[in-house]
Nanobody, 125 residues
Framework: QVHLVDSGGGSVQAGDSLRLSCTAS????????VGWFRQAPGKEREFVAA????????HYADSVKGRFTIFKDNPGNAAYLQMNRLKVEDTAIYYC??????????????????WGQGTQVIVSS
């Protein structure tokens, strides 16, 4: 397990870009798979993106494919979600998650061992 801190959220206009950061404590993070999830008001949490610890395999929700990119700062202690061409429907609280097993992250029913506290993204038209 590692301690995760999310940051980088904010209020932007549709079409703008944001980069979310997930900073981890603990050397084990460099070998963890990471993912991003989001929860909009009144909606269930949903999967956004996931990456294996080396970044050799990534997976995206259809709604963000081609606009969002997940990557890790290996061998550092950070992961990022680059969000381009933001849409109003991207408005949500975004959470970073990490786990030793990619299968626990790249799923709509995550079983991640570590979660960030969330960072708010608001996209207005």
């Amino acid at each position: 397990q590692v301690h995760l801190v999310d940051s980088g959220g904010g209020s932007v206009q549709a079409g703008d870009s944001l980069r979310l950061s997930c900073t981890a404590s603990g050397p084990a993070f460099s070998t963890f798979a990471v993912g991003w999830f989001r929860q909009a008001p009144g909606k269930e949490r949903e999967f956004v993106a996931a990456s294996t610890w080396k970044g050799g395999s990534t997976h995206y929700a259809d709604s963000v494919k081609g606009r969002f990119t997940i990557f890790k700062d290996n061998p550092g202690n950070a992961a990022y979600l680059q969000m381009n061409r933001l849409k109003v429907e991207d408005t949500a609280i975004y959470y970073c998650a990490a786990d030793e097993r990619y299968a626990n992250i790249a799923t709509s029913t995550p079983r991640a061992s570590s979660w960030g506290q969330g960072t708010q993204v608001i996209v207005s038209s």
